[in-house]
């Protein structure tokens, strides 16, 4: 039997790349598969240093990225992934995946460079164009922006019909500019109430409804997404948002614990997950945190070049911090 799955690994490896089978990486696959991110990173990285220019050396990078990325090692997942796109700069995957990895430690203005950049070197392919108009909607700007991607969205739209996220990131830019009607709420809705919406379909539609007070409808797509990806800082700080919005959903407690988690999940990197956290402890009353906090977020937000959108909301919440007299 043995014998037998050897002859159709080497097979496999002869039809796919014009090689025998990479050890440490067939190795490496199988720990992947398991989940033990830890010895998989070190049996491809093993792999990388004996067989640099092997032509599946790409598909071993694009994997030990996750593998950095799964253990909180972002740096080290983005100098994979840049290393794939400098070498195959046509690579949309690894242009996705880095633009997802930037709006996960809250870079969101580096994603959009990222996806800016896949466009002009590889085409206004679909997911790119998808993409493109998420990032931007997620960084909420700038103007022009804003005002490239609703150009892209009309030129898009006289070709293929536009993706689900796309849809829904044209719905977010929208709003945005004032312009969201009742009609494309519905169509949001609608989009993301499909069994196989995506992770950011739902988040913009969960974001939506609770800048509009709607929190039972909100946190029914917050709690859909975080059964995909239970770790997501950014589906954590808003299901944080949504227990600090007034009424009989109010929990400031475990919006704290909340956005604690979102806060761990990308290492302390995103300015807005510790602007939530902050606003949690403002609601618990302990000043002295909130204002820590608060302070830190700032620093990280001017760290990438004050790209943070929410950025004088944040100095306005420092200034009362400061001026608040702390009892004793």
């Not at 977020?297 to 702390?326: C, F, M, N, Q, T």
Request: charged fraction near 25%; hydrophobic fraction near 40%; charge should be positive.
């Amino acid at each position: 039997m043995q014998v037998v799955s050897t002859i159709r690994l080497i097979n496999k490896w002869w039809r796919t790349w014009g090689t025998l089978p990479v050890r440490h990486w067939v190795r490496a696959a199988a720990l992947y598969k398991q989940g033990d991110f830890e010895r998989a990173s070190k049996c491809y990285e093993k792999g990388l240093k004996r067989f640099s220019a092997h032509p599946a050396s790409f598909c071993a990078r694009m994997d030990l990225s996750y593998c950095f990325f799964r253990l909180q090692r972002f740096e080290e997942a983005e100098i994979q992934l840049r290393q794939v796109i400098v070498k195959l700069p046509h690579s949309r995957e690894a242009h996705i995946r880095l633009a997802k990895l930037y709006l996960w430690t809250g870079r969101t203005l580096d994603a959009v460079w990222t996806m800016k950049r896949a466009l002009k070197g590889c085409g206004n392919h679909n997911d790119l164009v998808s993409w493109f108009l998420y990032t931007v909607s997620e960084n909420g700007g700038p103007a022009y922006l804003i005002r490239e991607a609703l150009k892209l969205i009309s030129e898009s739209e006289t070709g293929t019909e536009l993706s689900p996220l796309a849809q829904a990131a044209k719905a977010r830019l929208l709003s945005t500019r004032g312009r969201q009607g009742s009609k494309t709420q519905e169509g949001l809705e609608r989009i993301a109430s499909q069994e196989d919406a995506e992770v950011e379909v739902l988040l913009i539609a969960a974001e939506t409804l609770l800048r509009q007070h709607e929190v039972a409808s909100a946190r029914r797509y917050l709690r859909r997404a975080l059964a995909i990806s239970a770790d997501h800082p950014r589906i954590l700080s808003l299901l944080a948002e949504s227990y600090l919005q007034a009424g009989p959903f109010y929990n400031s407690s475990y919006a704290n614990q909340l956005a604690i988690q979102a806060c761990q999940s990308n290492k302390w990197l995103s300015p807005r997950e510790m602007h939530v956290l902050a606003e949690t402890y403002f609601h618990l009353d302990d000043r002295i945190s909130a204002l820590i906090i608060a302070q830190k977020a700032k620093a990280e937000g001017s760290r990438l070049l004050g790209s943070y959108p929410e950025a004088a909301v944040l100095d306005r919440l420092i200034e009362h911090l400061s001026s608040e007299p702390v009892a004793s």
